[in-house]
T-cell receptor, first 110, second 115 residues
Framework: DAKTTQPNSMESNEEEPVHLPCNHS???????IHWYRQLPSQGPEYVIH???SNVNNRMASLAIAEDRKSSTLILHRATLRDAAVYYC???????????FGKGTHLIIQP | DADVTQTPRNRITKTGKRIMLECSQT?????MYWYRQDPGLGLRLIYY???????NKGEISDGYSVSRQAQAKFSLSLESAIPNQTALYFC??????????????FGEGSRLTVL
């Protein structure tokens, strides 16, 4: 899998929006951008994915830059339960499956 | 009950021993995956399978083997465990190609310690 760049950690306050950035400058035109999160002592869980257009679901929104070299995961109103490691991934290459980098450790303050 | 179940959840073994980690799923997905997680390194793909007759190597397959006994079962084996295989192992499933729009569903993990 190709490499993405994310901040090691971010901190936010409960009930405020959170913007998690990701750079993926080597992404190709057909690579989807995926976001997963891993809560403490659990396996990762899917958050959202997109190709070109911005995407929304019940968990979050994904804003993709026009040149697709970066994206931002938006949690509209953070709760304590959103404290987790967030992984931004794009799958370059021929193999299936996703390889998760170090991700961003999101800390939510009450 | 969990949709993706891993056994054992914790295992301590000695160098040179053969270890098998098992994964079963009730989601009816054809695609199954084994990942390894090391502190500070994220998750890396070991093997994946698209159906019972299909096995593919991932990023770090050396020292591991897998068996897809049925659609619902995918086992990971360490033929001769070594200390640097100490890690948290995750099984996952998907209904579609993950590199496109498929969503991965993970088990709760199997923590393996090799002494």
């Amino acid at each position: 899998d190709a490499k993405t760049t994310q901040p090691n950690s971010m901190e936010s306050n409960e009930e405020e929006p959170v913007h998690l950035p990701c750079n993926h400058s080597t992404i190709s035109g057909t690579d989807y951008i995926h976001w997963y999160r891993q809560l403490p002592s659990q396996g990762p869980e899917y958050v959202i994915h997109g190709l070109t257009s911005n995407v929304n679901n019940r968990m979050a929104s994904l804003a993709i830059a026009e040149d697709r070299k970066s994206s931002t995961l938006i949690l509209h109103r953070a709760t304590l339960r959103d404290a987790a490691v967030y992984y931004c991934i794009f799958s370059g290459g021929g193999a299936d499956g996703l390889t998760f980098g170090k991700g961003t450790h999101l800390i939510i303050q009450p | 009950d969990a949709d993706v179940t891993q056994t054992p959840r914790n295992r301590i073994t000695k160098t040179g021993k053969r270890i098998m980690l098992e994964c079963s799923q009730t989601k009816g997905h054809d695609r199954m995956y084994w990942y390894r997680q090391d502190p500070g390194l994220g998750l890396r793909l070991i093997y994946y399978s698209f159906d019972v007759k299909d096995i593919n190597k991932g990023e770090i397959s050396d020292g591991y083997s897998v068996s897809r006994q049925a659609q619902a079962k995918f086992s990971l084996s360490l033929e001769s465990a070594i200390p640097n295989q100490t890690a948290l192992y995750f099984c996952a499933t998907s209904a579609r190609l993950v590199r496109n729009t498929g969503e991965l569903f993970f088990g709760e993990g199997s923590r393996l310690t090799v002494l």
